[in-house]
């Protein structure tokens, strides 16, 4: 069954499921789950279902970006026909519209099935501050779902529906990404409208995207960004091509600044996704994090804690137990911030932005935990303030900083323990983060969400211009390889990591210096093998070709999507005694793997 957005769309276009099916299925699934507090609320299924039918009679659907895409929304954000809550009986309204992301999906192609449980006013980190109960984590039950978009995290890992909206303000599409194994994009501060929104802190909130791939995220990107007329804050920041460098520049924390609070595991797994980069061509640039934590407790010890204040002042004086106790208690250090503590703070958020600005022109991105550890529900519930604060250590100064972010699974243990990174650059870089995040997670080989389905072949990322060639490499000219220096001196450029159609063995040849792999195409008994597609100029093309030695040579590959480019293959007549590795799918799982 068809589970990604990309998937989905194929699906729909071609015939083989309907949207009405897809909607159906998410309401089964929904059934299915049980009342685990996931959704504040459901539409009513048969109106869901009667919208996927008349969009499918459209005669434009199929030029749908998101056709027939099921899609949940937090309840913070307005949608015509459901009240907003914000997880909060006593604030709850009825909106009389759409707020604008809403608005440009439904235009997009996609229907909203429900309104998703958040930690209440979005304010929390770990998805256990809501009146409306506490959502099941999608791969442990007892784990904390992550907040604040708690529900909207736990509908995309679960499979209940493959896009789902968030808010983050400092670190509620990031953390809860992580927590579920799935993608958490925040974009660039004011390049998706907070029209409809209920503000959180209104100068540094951002609508986020949840979905399986990096990918499926830049879709719904790409439907949403743009300025809005009606919020001050958006900005018109276009998403630019989907590319990174060759051998990007990557900050990570110095090692006696990581912060993992005693998870030697996360710890591992973090050193384990950082030498990932590293055999994928990257370049580590070790920084000093103390300017960027010490920005980071400026959100809730500053002033930004006094626009939470604002947003709910009435409330808070008028009914004050409706407000839940530990999101009152935060929000009540916003009453006493004077204006000159304001400006003290604005004041020192420049000079930390200053030095952020003179960190990024040494590096193309940062590369940080996401969360430096996991923790159950009753943890949190016992100690609820200490917790949820160290979830934020790695994502409380990103807006502050006006940087980009995008949080992708990065490990899972073998007791469903998961562990993600968070690529962070300058606001704007939303294409390049993209780049690097797709790629790194289809090079984790990770199932997607909590439900194990695999993760679908990687797409090359843009076609080849008319001048040039595509060439599929497979062994020593991958990136970060012995022999990738052949490429990138003939001023090739990478379009991006795929996989070959299951038509192909490859095979560790005897006797070479660097080793090197052969791949051949095989009648029977073929599989998908690893590759990456890079682009020549057509005389750069030529010769790299002439350089080819036996018994490699160059001919026609047969991608996972049906398109086909030149690349390396192998005289069958050469692999008597060479080693067949297909099992691996590549040949850098293969490096990376210990010898026999």
Request: with cysteine; net charge negative.
């Amino acid at each position: 069954m068809p589970e990604t957005i990309h998937q989905i769309v194929a699906a729909h276009r071609e015939g083989s499921i309907t949207p009405a099916q897809t909607i159906a299925r998410s309401f089964a699934r929904i059934r299915a789950r049980g009342d685990d507090a996931v959704f504040i609320s459901l539409r009513a299924e048969n109106e869901a279902i009667a919208e996927a039918e008349a969009l499918a009679s459209r005669s434009d659907a199929a030029a749908l970006p998101l056709f027939g895409i099921p899609v949940a929304v937090k309840d913070n954000i307005d949608v015509a026909g459901l009240p907003t809550t914000a997880a909060c009986p006593a604030f709850s309204y009825q909106p009389a519209a759409d707020a604008t992301v809403v608005a440009r999906l439904r235009a997009a192609g996609a229907i909203v099935v429900g309104k998703t449980n958040l930690d209440q006013f979005a304010t929390g980190l770990v998805g256990v501050r809501s009146p409306y109960g506490i959502p099941k984590n999608a791969l442990r039950d007892d784990l904390v779902p992550g907040g604040s978009s708690s529900g909207s995290a736990v509908a995309v890992g679960a499979g209940l529906v493959p896009l789902a909206l968030g808010t983050d303000t400092a670190g509620s599409g990031r953390v809860p990404a992580m927590l579920n194994n799935i993608v958490g994009l925040k974009p660039s501060l004011g390049m998706i409208p907070a029209t409809g929104v209920v503000p959180a802190c209104r100068s540094l909130d951002c609508v986020s995207i949840f979905t399986l791939t990096t990918d499926d995220a830049l879709a719904a990107l790409a439907a949403m960004a743009g300025p809005d007329a009606a919020d001050a804050y958006s900005r018109d920041r276009p998403l630019g091509a989907v590319a990174a460098p060759n051998s990007p520049r990557l900050g990570v924390p110095r090692p006696d600044q990581r912060q993992f609070f005693d998870d030697a595991a996360a710890a591992r797994a973090y050193d384990a996704a950082i030498e990932q980069l590293v055999r994928a061509g990257a370049q580590l640039v070790e920084i000093d994090m103390t300017p960027l934590y010490e920005c980071a407790q400026l959100l809730y010890d500053g002033p930004w804690v006094a626009e939470r204040y604002f947003v709910i002042r009435d409330l808070l004086a008028s009914n004050p137990d409706a407000v839940h106790p530990v999101t009152r208690a935060i929000t009540l250090k916003g009453e006493k911030i004077s204006a000159a503590d304001t400006f003290a703070a604005f004041y020192r958020l420049e000079a930390l932005r200053a030095g952020a600005h003179a960190l990024f022109a040494a590096v193309d991105a940062l590369v940080v935990p996401t969360a430096p550890t996991t923790y159950t529900v009753a943890e949190v519930l016992a100690d609820p303030i200490t917790l949820n604060s160290r979830l934020g250590t790695y994502t409380n100064f990103v807006n502050l900083l006006d940087l980009c972010g995008l949080a992708v699974p990065a490990a899972l243990s073998d007791e469903r323990l998961p562990f993600g990174i968070t690529f962070l650059a300058p606001a704007g870089e939303d294409a390049q983060l993209a780049a690097l995040g797709r790629a790194f997670h289809a090079a984790t080989g990770l199932p997607l969400g909590g439900r194990g389905q695999a993760q679908p072949p990687l797409p090359a990322l843009a076609p080849c211009a008319a001048d040039e060639i595509a060439v599929a490499v497979v062994g020593a000219h991958l990136s970060g390889m012995a022999l990738n220096h052949e490429l990138t001196t003939l001023g090739a450029r990478l379009v991006g990591a795929t996989m070959t159609a299951p038509r192909y063995r490859l095979h560790a040849l005897p006797d070479t210096t660097p080793p090197k792999p052969g791949m051949l195409r095989v009648g029977s008994g073929g599989v998908a093998i690893a590759i990456e597609v890079w682009s020549f100029a057509t005389e750069a093309f030529g010769r790299f070709v002439a350089e080819v030695p036996p018994p490699l040579s160059i001919g026609t590959i047969e991608l996972a999507d049906g398109a086909t480019v030149k690349g390396f293959l192998v005289e069958s007549s050469a692999l008597e005694g060479a080693r067949d590795i297909s099992s691996f799918g590549g040949w850098r799982a293969f490096m990376g793997a210990p010898r026999p």
